[in-house]
């Protein structure tokens, strides 16, 4: 998750006045939440230019990522004179700016698009992202540790992240039973969705055991969709799709 930056530092409530012709180029970085971003320009049918990087032997973003944003993280996008990191920013901002009818969410959802547009960067993908170190740290470390650490991480796994991701899996999959397919309860894509898609296709590779039907399903339902699959042949390799 990066942080944010409108090269004006001046709040404002208004946004650029629409141009005939978008200027947005993607920072893209394989393996990561800018594949949220590919597919939400390719469902809402908004010209763009793509510049890719590749993560290091570290899997850490590369350094050409600090001359466009000063965290150095992806995604970024440029568009026009605005400069915009954060995917749940950079997902509101082209909703708000490009989004017309496309992304527009019904008034009985309005709490429910909101509260998903902030629910996975804020509480799930952290649980993610623990789960994941611990079973990095392991196996980075020399040999005659490693399987004392494995079992200490384990140890440390079950306790920590297996308990929470019991309990979001069951939320998401209360809330998917009740709308019976988009996060708003809608007809149409928004941004909690956007959001989500990617949130759970890493929850369905790293707590593959906490997630229901109806995630599956999700993730399967945003996977076969046109837009998604384009963003995907632009934005190359990606791990996260469904075996």
Same mark, same amino acid.
């Given at each position: 998750?990066?942080? $944010? $930056? ?5 709040? =404002?409530? !208004?946004?650029?006045?629409? $141009? ?7 920072h893209?970085?394989?393996n990561?939440? *800018?594949?949220? %971003?590919?597919?939400l ?11 890719k990087?590749?993560? =290091? ?14 965290l150095?993280k $992806?995604?970024?996008? =440029?568009d ?6 954060? *995917?749940?920013?950079?997902? +509101?901002y ?12 019904? !008034?009985s ?7 998903? =547009?902030h629910?996975?960067?804020? *509480?799930?993908?952290p %649980?993610?992202v623990?789960?994941?170190l ?9 040999? &005659? ?5 494995? *079992? %200490? ?11 929470e991701? !019991?309990?979001?899996?069951? &939320?998401? +999959?209360?809330?998917? +039973?009740?709308t ?8 149409t ?5 956007y959001?989500?898609?990617?949130? &759970? ?7 593959? +055991? ?8 999700y ?12 963003? &995907?042949?632009k ?5 996260y799709?469904?075996?």
């Amino acid at each position: 998750m990066a942080d $944010s $930056s409108f090269q004006d530092p001046q709040p =404002t409530t !208004e946004l650029p006045t629409q $141009s005939k012709k978008p200027t947005i180029i993607v920072h893209h970085l394989e393996n990561s939440r *800018s594949q949220r %971003i590919l597919w939400l320009l390719e469902e809402l049918e908004i010209p763009y230019d793509l510049k890719k990087y590749k993560r =290091t032997a570290q899997r850490l973003a590369p350094k050409e990522l600090l001359d466009v944003h000063p965290l150095g993280k $992806s995604p970024v996008i =440029t568009d026009g004179d605005v400069t915009l990191a954060e *995917s749940g920013a950079i997902v +509101e901002y082209l909703i708000t700016k490009y989004g017309g009818e496309k992304a527009k969410v019904p !008034e009985s959802g309005w709490v429910d698009n909101l509260y998903f =547009t902030h629910y996975p960067e804020g *509480s799930v993908q952290p %649980i993610l992202v623990r789960r994941l170190l611990f079973r990095l740290i392991p196996q980075n470390l020399p040999a &005659l540790i490693r399987p004392i650490a494995k *079992s %200490i991480f384990n140890n440390l796994d079950q306790r920590l992240n297996v308990p929470e991701l !019991e309990r979001h899996g069951k &939320l998401i +999959e209360a809330h998917l +039973e009740k709308t019976k397919g988009w996060f708003a309860g809608g007809d149409t894509l928004t941004s909690a969705d956007y959001m989500m898609g990617f949130t &759970l296709e890493i929850f369905m590779d790293r707590a593959p +055991e906490f997630a229901g039907p109806r995630i599956k399903e999700y993730v399967k339902q945003i996977q076969d969709r046109p837009a998604y699959k384009k963003g &995907l042949e632009k934005g190359g390799e990606y791990v996260y799709l469904l075996k």
